[in-house]
């Protein structure tokens, strides 16, 4: 097997990218048993395929990997080569730390700015099952960072993490399209109700919801407004009132308690938009 392992501790080309973990370029030349066990991952894992055809169990589904095929395995899911194999081929790997247990997966090592981090971070998340893309532009990226890796050359810790931000980029544009290419918008809507019902208590932005649903922000709005008859926002507000109405049944539930975890700011904010919507303040509703 002619191969390049790089391992954070161990390899010095890593010193300096402590979120590296590891980045491997390897040509097996012959099956090797028991060489890729089925584990989970506690970071980001990316594989590329390079030559060849590999057969891999990825969060448990089974996937038929070939040349231009790029695997994303994020921090809490499983991968292993079937039987534990890993088949005859080629193929780069690269292993990123999660900055906080898979709840934001860049870190202070990206040049995106913390709007651009959270919308790949969402898009990535919500994604998780479309466990390989047809990626082939991310073949150059993989052979340059190897190349910025071991030449060291003027301005490579820079170089490194802009080729990561860039494979970052593209990963997250390539679920888009292949979520557009495929789009049902009242599944897709359906998907999003269900994404921000679990964490009204974040406070969701247009972009963050377009990034949901693989949109951009001027062709989510339309289709929000088409489909519901509300703007994002105020379709977003509805949500978060149907919530506090059901908690409000609970009357061991304080009704700050209530207003700050369905992502109103305080209670008061809550009582007003609650009363304009509903005609009650929130302790007249309750009562009744």
């Known amino acids: 097997m002619n191969q390049l392992i790089l391992q954070q501790g161990i390899s010095k080309e890593l010193m300096h990218f402590p979120h590296i973990l590891e980045f491997t370029h390897k040509k097996n030349n012959t099956i090797q048993l028991n060489s890729f066990n089925s584990n989970v991952t506690d970071c980001i894992c990316l594989y590329y395929i390079l030559e060849g055809k590999f ?25 292993g080569g079937e039987s534990g194999i890993l088949n005859i081929g080629a193929l780069f790997g690269l292993k990123i730390s999660a900055e906080d247990c898979g709840k934001l997966l860049l870190g202070k090592w990206s040049g995106l700015s913390k709007k651009e ?36 050359e003027v301005g490579f810790y820079t170089r490194v993490n802009q080729l990561l931000d860039e494979l970052f ?26 994404t921000l019902r679990q964490n009204l208590a974040h406070q969701w932005t247009v972009e963050e919801m377009a990034a949901l649903t693989g949109m951009g922000t001027t062709a989510f709005t339309e289709k929000v407004k088409n489909y519901s008859g509300f703007s994002p926002l105020n379709y977003l507000i509805n949500i978060r009132i149907t919530e506090a109405t059901k908690l409000l049944k609970k009357n061991e539930v304080n009704v700050t308690d209530i207003a700050l975890s369905t992502g ?25």
């Open 55 to 79: 057969s891999w169990m990825i969060d448990l589904q089974q996937h038929t990997l070939y040349p231009g095929d790029f695997a994303l395995v994020l921090p809490g899911q499983r991968i």
């Open 117 to 152: 981090k959270l919308s790949i971070n969402q898009i990535l998340l919500v994604n998780k099952q479309q466990l390989v893309l047809k990626l082939k532009e991310a073949q150059v990226l993989m052979y340059n960072l190897q190349l910025e890796l071991q030449n060291e």
């Open 169 to 194: 980029v593209l990963i997250s544009r390539q679920l888009i399209r292949q979520n557009n290419s495929r789009r049902d918008f009242p599944q897709t809507f359906l998907k999003l109700e269900q």
């Open 264 to 288: 109103f700011y305080s209670s008061q904010h809550f009582s007003t938009t609650f009363k304009k919507l509903t005609g009650y303040t929130p302790s007249e509703f309750r009562k009744k």
